[in-house]
């Protein structure tokens, strides 16, 4: 039988019939779920499950027998199961009970139809680059990755950093501001999109570098090939900075020796096969929504 992993964050009863939907289709396809432990237990009573259904609890229950990840929520409930499949060939599916949604991009009407393309392998399997962090200190733990972006930024609400920037070894620039992103592709449309930093297509290779609220207005966003190692130094008047992958963050010293680089591995997205980037832009941005163009 089919195996499919299923995560979220927290039981919302005014989803209970989406659940119940997803839970019914993937008993009628013949999907057996695996459920995460702490969610299963808040379904529980709300919502009735299939009598095979089992539970995980952490990476290390992810064998090879589970080919997906159905990930159910917004793209921060996505971004935490990066932390959970590692390096396992695992799909992602995102079903986005959220509200933008550029990775979790399969509506909730869209269930019937996603649990169907997993069975019938009509899906688009769009693989995403990571992006590493080493440090002169071990951080993060076994989790040193994240799929958005890497994040330097000041601990304290009064003065702002310097950070002085290299691109394998050969210096950059030195960003004085409240901090740093170093995007990936996917992360392009997340807090970097905020900080005014540009869109770039999932496929193209690249990492962005934008700064974040910084002291020289003529300091502008750049993207440059994810060949590059990016290495930092860091001056600040406190002792401590934050640095962050996606959502996870921790308080470092200001003399940690932080470089990224681009993961030895990837993950994969499943996309339904009528949808693209260039639909979700248009979607997610309202584009052509003024309409005088």
């Given at each position: 039988?089919?195996?499919?992993?299923?995560?979220?964050?927290?039981?919302?009863?005014?989803?209970?019939?989406?659940?119940?939907?997803?839970?019914?289709?993937?008993?009628?396809?013949?999907?057996?779920?695996?459920?995460?432990?702490?969610?299963?237990?808040?379904?529980?009573?709300?919502?009735?499950?299939?009598?095979?259904?089992?539970?995980?609890?952490?990476?290390?229950?992810?064998?090879?027998?589970?080919?997906?990840?159905?990930?159910?929520?917004?793209?921060?409930?996505?971004?935490?199961?990066?932390?959970?499949?590692?390096d396992n060939k695992i799909i992602l599916v995102g079903i986005n009970a959220g509200r933008l949604g550029f990775l979790a991009s399969i509506g909730r009407e869209d269930?019937?139809?996603?649990?169907?393309?997993?069975?019938?392998?009509?899906?688009?399997?769009?693989?995403?680059?990571?992006?590493?962090?080493?440090?002169?200190?071990?951080?993060?733990?076994?989790?040193?990755?994240?799929?958005?972006?890497?994040?330097?930024?000041?601990?304290?609400?009064?003065?702002?950093?310097?950070?002085?920037?290299?691109?394998?070894?050969?210096?950059?620039?030195?960003?004085?501001?409240?901090?740093?992103?170093?995007?990936?592709?996917?992360?392009?449309?997340?807090?970097?999109?905020?900080?005014?930093?540009?869109?770039?297509?999932?496929?193209?290779?690249?990492?962005?570098?934008?700064?974040?609220?910084?002291?020289?207005?003529?300091?502008?966003?750049?993207?440059?090939?994810?060949?590059?190692?990016?290495?930092f130094e860091i001056e600040s008047r406190s002792d401590e900075v934050i640095c962050s992958l996606d959502a996870r963050?921790?308080?470092?010293?200001?003399?940690?020796?932080?470089?990224?680089?681009?993961?030895?591995?990837?993950?994969?997205?499943?996309?339904?096969?009528?949808?693209?980037?260039?639909?979700?832009?248009?979607?997610?941005?309202?584009?052509?929504?003024?309409?005088?163009?």
């Open positions: 039988m089919m195996q499919a992993a299923v995560y979220s964050r927290v039981y919302d009863p005014a989803q209970q019939a989406e659940w119940q939907l997803l839970f019914d289709e993937m008993e009628q396809q013949g999907i057996r779920p695996v459920i995460f432990r702490d969610f299963y237990d808040q379904l529980a009573g709300s919502v009735r499950m299939p009598d095979s259904a089992l539970q995980f609890m952490s990476s290390k229950d992810l064998g090879e027998d589970i080919e997906f990840l159905i990930s159910f929520g917004g793209d921060g409930t996505l971004l935490d199961t990066v932390s959970l499949i590692r269930i019937p139809g996603a649990i169907r393309a997993i069975v019938q392998r009509s899906y688009v399997e769009d693989r995403r680059t990571l992006i590493h962090l080493d440090g002169s200190q071990p951080l993060f733990g076994e989790v040193p990755y994240a799929l958005n972006e890497f994040t330097i930024y000041k601990k304290d609400q009064g003065s702002m950093i310097k950070i002085h920037t290299y691109l394998n070894g050969e210096f950059l620039n030195t960003y004085w501001a409240d901090g740093l992103i170093v995007a990936t592709p996917t992360g392009s449309t997340g807090y970097s999109l905020s900080c005014q930093g540009p869109i770039v297509f999932p496929d193209s290779r690249s990492f962005v570098i934008t700064p974040i609220a910084p002291h020289n207005l003529n300091v502008r966003p750049i993207v440059v090939p994810d060949t590059n190692v990016i290495s963050r921790e308080v470092i010293s200001k003399n940690v020796q932080l470089a990224v680089r681009k993961e030895t591995f990837d993950i994969g997205l499943l996309r339904l096969s009528e949808d693209n980037f260039l639909q979700t832009l248009r979607n997610k941005l309202t584009w052509g929504l003024d309409k005088r163009n």
